[in-house]
């Protein structure tokens, strides 16, 4: 069974509605009467950046961003020209707005503090991969944006420790996909919405809502180049799948990755290595979002077996960890292997 598609709503007419993400932010704020604002501000900032992250990807070449910029980002891998731009993008469309007390990026080796004061409306804390699998860019493979809200922790003594809570305590995760065409994924806890931008006007449109993902799907996506390095647990479950005639889909971008598993189930994996014998994907801002994401429409996200990704404890922002993600009884299939 695919996602589900826009399904027609109780009377005739609204069945054809045309709702842009805007309007579905503006819907859901209207459900809290008490609601400031702020927050919707907030996912209105993410989706204009996707929409000027998305016009760079798609022009990459013709304005000659590809490539390296020649130096590091803080997890020691080449910055992609386009990581800059992106990241750039997300921090000064944040920065404007009142809600936002403290956002963090793969990009930065620190937090960026935009508003110290402790005044009522300066209430979440944005986390975000601004650019995911930016090397496939330069072969125009599928890239993506990957963010996370968190409520500021006014107990905290500091903005660092702010940032550090469980992916349980987020409340809303999401992510741009800039593929064949660029899809923006959202959940606020209320169930997982799909919205595709439409070029011609310039808006996302919603296209689904309350995704189901697939509970079985004979796919995984994992790294096999990796296979000899992986605990044997995975080595086992590889050759169990492998056995049963399960097909193998790796896109080397998490959000390509993830998407094609929250249409059509499957599981996606990145297993301690020995080069990452934490895994390579980073808690904060790419494992804890698409975990939410997927457990949002009744998928699973485990870290190791019986450990929710959702429930790791985080001590960095930067902070990596083991990734088991997709469908439930596919990741039941390879926890029980390990
Ligand atoms: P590898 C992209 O660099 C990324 O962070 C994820 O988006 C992706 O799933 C993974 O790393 C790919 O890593 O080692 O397979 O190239």
Redesign the pocket.
Known sequence: MSAMIDTPVDTPARSNEIVTLQAHILQQQSRYPEASGQFSWILSALAISAKMIASHVRRARLDDVLGTVGNQNVQG?QQQKLDVIANDILLRTLGGREGVAIVASEENEEPVILRTDDSAERKYCVLF?PL?????LDVCGAV?TIFSILRKDRRSPDPQASLLQCGAEQVAAGYVLYGSSTVFVLTIGLGVDMFVLDPAYGAFIRVARGMQIPKTNKCYS??E??RLSFPEGYQKYLSWAQERGYSSR????????VHRILLQGGV?M?PP?R??PKG???LMY?ANPMAMIVEQAGGKALSAPGERILDVRPTDIHQRVPVIIGSSEEVDQVAAHL
Request: proline share 0%; no cysteine; charged share 30%.
């Open positions: 891998e991969d995911d699998g930016s090397s496939n993506g994992v790294n180049g990796n790796y896109a080397g971008a998490m959000v390509a990755d996606f990145y290595t080069k990452a390579k994907l980073r790419e």
